[in-house]
DNA sequence: AGAAAAAGAGGTCATTTGACGCCATTTTCA
DNA sequence: TGAAAATGGCGTCAAATGACCTCTTTTTCT
């Protein structure tokens, strides 16, 4: 069915078997530059895998400002957990930042799979996992490190994503403006 | 054994029988204020859950700072989740910001009561769920929100920890220095 | 109870940061 | 391909913030 999918998952120790089935109950949608997978208000009743090209989740506030929660480039899950757990609205939006392709479940399919397939659930736990690691490397980074620090972390982090990404995007994800962005990178340079 | 946890977990639909087992493999101990239950470079080797009193879990930099990740009060869980995890040493300290009693499990009969006892399984993903969702407002919080708007959703969050606790914590948990969080304080009486 | 430590409050000053505006260049998309 | 939009870079200025200090009051702990 997707067999790039199916590939990937073998990556993870799912039987060709396993891989088969979860395939067969996805769907696929392209998406373009900037295009909204969805809105702030409504309700996030899929599970979301990017197979190429790039998602963010971001919110936007009250003053227009927005805030990038998460970069999710191709081989990587996109939801909004909150309102995807619980249904209820989402108070945050998930956009194209390239053009991309995806997959994505119904909520109910995904939920009979993860019981049908002990192994999705074991590497659904282990993306739970990484994900809450993430969260808390990145409040600690918040609390404490400066926009220099903040800035090497991605890099470091992200390397592949700093030529794919507008540096205002940089810039929103690490919760600093485009101007102080632009003054690290630029001491930066002097340095070298 | 354990009288009062185990009517905390019928709070969460865990039958007696199961509250039972779990309070069983229990041990106990009190902490003084100030004390260290864990300090950074070392195994997480419990799930610690706080009856009274008020544990945090923070981190010290380099330059000596220190940067709360969490408090927990009584009725609370506390651990270093990625060292729980993955057995390896830890970057953050678990000490009592009052005189405190807790009940805690080694991990391995921690996993032995997972399988057990289902429902404890369902509790502890509510758990988790929680706490995503937690670290993700703290992250948009962090990212996008004045001193102000920080404290004032720390006031919103939780009433009960803010006469209990210094308000050199309550800014080392903001991420914001003491002097801010005084002016953001004087402000506010202004106002009324 | 009394000494010692911590906390709260505030003053000053240097630095960092963001807001705003401008322009040249690059990218996008019809 | 060509017009329109987005981007990156920079200058200026005002405001916010933190570092450092002092002093008084409160709390802690023996």
Redesign the interface.
């Known amino acids: 069915m997707h067999s790039e999918f199916e590939n990937y998952l073998k990556n993870y120790d799912l039987p060709d078997e396993a891989a088969c089935r979860i395939s067969s109950l996805a769907m696929s949608r392209t998406l373009r530059r900037n295009e909204f997978l969805m809105s702030a208000g409504e309700i996030c009743k899929h599970k979301v895998f990017v197979m190429s090209g790039m998602l963010r989740i971001f919110?936007i506030?009250a003053d227009g400002?927005e805030?990038i929660?998460q970069f999710s480039p191709g081989h990587g899950w996109v939801l909004d957990?909150?309102s995807y757990?619980r249904q209820v609205p989402s108070k945050v939006n998930i956009g194209a930042v390239e053009p991309s392709e995806i997959l994505y479940w119904h909520k109910a399919d995904f939920e009979k799979l993860l019981i049908e397939v002990p192994q999705l659930r074991l590497y659904a736990d282990q993306l739970?996992?990484r994900?809450?690691?993430h969260?808390?490397d990145?409040?600690?980074s918040?609390?404490?490190a400066t926009p220099e620090e903040k800035y090497e972390e991605f890099v470091q982090k992200f390397p592949k994503l700093l030529n794919r990404l507008p540096l205002r995007m940089i810039a929103?994800y690490l919760?600093v403006s485009l101007k102080t962005l632009n003054r690290v990178r630029h001491a930066q340079l002097q340095r070298i």
């Open positions: 919110n506030t400002n805030h929660l957990v909150e757990d739970i996992s994900n809450i690691h969260s808390r990145r409040i600690l918040a609390l404490g929103s919760g």
